[in-house]
C-alpha cells in the first residue's frame, strides 16, 4: 500500500484556491460581473416577487417601501446599478427603523434559545436576528417573547 501524503488545508491555500478559481471564472465569462438588466426590469422583478420579500422582511409593507424607495429615487436623481441589492438594504434599514421607532412600552423582547435544552438565552427586539449555539450546533429560535 502506497502511504498516502497527508493534505493540510490552510485558509491561505483556500483563499489562493478562490481567487485562481475566480480568475478562471472570469476568463470563461468576462460579462457575468456587468449583466444585470436595465432598472424597469429590475424593478419589475421586484414588484413580481414581493411576497418572497415580504417573508424575508416581516412586519413591513414590501410594496410601500418599494414606492418609498422608487420615489427616493427619483427624487434625489439616483441611479443604481443593483436595485435587488439596494431594496435589500432598504428594506434592513426600515426593518430596524421599526424598531427603533416602537413607543417603549410596546416594545417586545424575542427571547431566543435552543428548542431541545436549556442553554443561555439571548434577548432581542427583533425576532429576524440569528444567533448560533455552539454546544447544540444549531441555530437559536424565539422560544418566548416578553414585553
Ligand atoms: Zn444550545
Redo the contacts with the bound molecule.
Sequence with gaps: MATQKKKIITIEGLLSRIEKLEKRLEILDPKSKNSLPGKSLQISDIEQNLELWSKKFPGINVKIELEKMLDWLSANNKRKKDYKAFFRNWLRKASSDLGNNVPQEEKIKYIF??Q??N??TIESPYKDMYYF??????Q?IVIDKKR
Excluded at 449555539?133 to 444549531?138: A, D, L, M, Y
Aim: proline share 0%; glycine share 8%; aromatic share 0%.
Design positions: 434559545g435552543c431541545e435544552s442553554c443561555k449555539c455552539s454546544i447544540c450546533n444549531q437559536k
